[in-house]
């Protein structure tokens, strides 16, 4: 009996948990969780109220409705497009120094050799086709796969940059909605 009932427990949480793993490969909400440094959801956070003050509610509800409302391809590409607009941001913010741009650069281009690769499995998301659970998680596994190595990448970039700023800087970098 006490083997039926753990049984019946497992999978009913399997049958729970599973479709939600393989879903959240399609759902913004994770792809949002995805961004790494430099081009995250900057404001999460914060609770978003920072960015509230600087007029990004309107934008950031824009971005919600083409996620939410287009296909996986569309959504790929636009989480791209809107990370790439947080770096040109933060970049803007920053105010660098001429000793300092060299090391903009090589985080902007690590974050551009990762665009690329991410870029690439968008195109290869195909509008209208079915997918299996399956399909989705090895969807997922490759997109977070990219992400890490990204990451990895980027690190010793990201941080010669960071030491590079000032503690105003880093603030701006640390928190860039933050009056």
């Not at 659970?133 to 990448?153: A, I, N, V």
Request: with cysteine; hydrophobic share 40%.
């Amino acid at each position: 009996m006490r083997t039926t009932l753990l049984a019946i427990t497992l999978a009913a949480t399997a049958a729970i948990a599973i479709p939600v793993i393989a879903r959240s490969a399609d759902d913004p909400d994770t792809q949002h969780a995805q961004a790494g440094p430099m081009g995250r959801h900057w404001g999460a956070e914060d609770g978003g109220g920072e960015a509230g003050r600087h007029g990004w509610p309107m934008m950031h509800g824009m971005m919600h409705h083409m996620m939410m409302h287009g296909d996986s391809q569309e959504r790929c590409t636009e989480r791209l497009a809107w990370r790439a607009a947080m770096r040109a941001y933060a970049e803007a913010k920053l105010n660098l120094t001429a000793e300092q741009r060299p090391l903009w650069d090589k985080v902007q281009s690590a974050a551009q050799a990762e665009e690329q690769k991410e870029r690439q499995l968008c195109t290869g998301l195909k509008p209208g086709v079915e997918v299996t659970l399956l399909d989705r998680m090895d969807r997922m596994q490759q997109f977070l796969s990219t992400r890490l190595e990204g990451l990895q990448s980027a690190r010793p970039s990201v941080q010669a940059l960071y030491q590079a700023l000032t503690p105003e800087q880093r603030t701006i970098l640390d928190h860039p909605f933050r009056r």
